[in-house]
Nanobody
Framework: QAHMMASGGGSVQAGGSLRLSCTFS????????FAWFRQAENREREGISC????????DYVDSVKGRFTISRDDAKKIVYLEMNSLKPEDTAMYSC???????????????????WGQGTQVTVSS
């Protein structure tokens, strides 16, 4: 059974950077669309970025656009989220999800998700 896990979180000051990694083990990794989600305390989970399986452009919510970059390395079976110019409001538990041949407009909303990974905490102090 495929296993998915996010890592790379930590505590940084505002303006700092972190790179999250999502590892996922299935043999057909390149057929999955991946999305990053975050959930802050007392708030609902939100999809913030998505990278499709078919080479189409990645998608971002407005709050992270221009600061975060999602990428994937199909050979290593890793998805990354490069986070720059971090703000205190980025503090949350970050997790990744995968949808088999799914569209980003669905996956980033938590639909057509086949796997959810364990999260990693990101804390940004002012």
């Amino acid at each position: 059974q495929a296993h998915m896990m996010a890592s790379g979180g930590g505590s940084v000051q505002a303006g700092g950077s972190l790179r999250l990694s999502c590892t996922f083990s299935p043999p057909d990794f390149d057929r999955f669309t991946f999305a990053w989600f975050r959930q802050a305390e007392n708030r609902e989970r939100e999809g913030i970025s998505c990278i499709p399986y078919d080479g189409a452009p990645a998608d971002y919510v407005d709050s992270v656009k221009g600061r975060f970059t999602i990428s994937r390395d199909d050979a290593k079976k890793i998805v990354y989220l490069e986070m720059n110019s971090l703000k205190p409001e980025d503090t949350a538990m970050y997790s990744c999800a995968a949808g088999l041949v799914s569209r980003c407009r669905e996956t980033i909303r938590g639909r057509d998700v086949s796997y959810w990974g364990q999260g990693t905490q990101v804390t940004v102090s002012s």
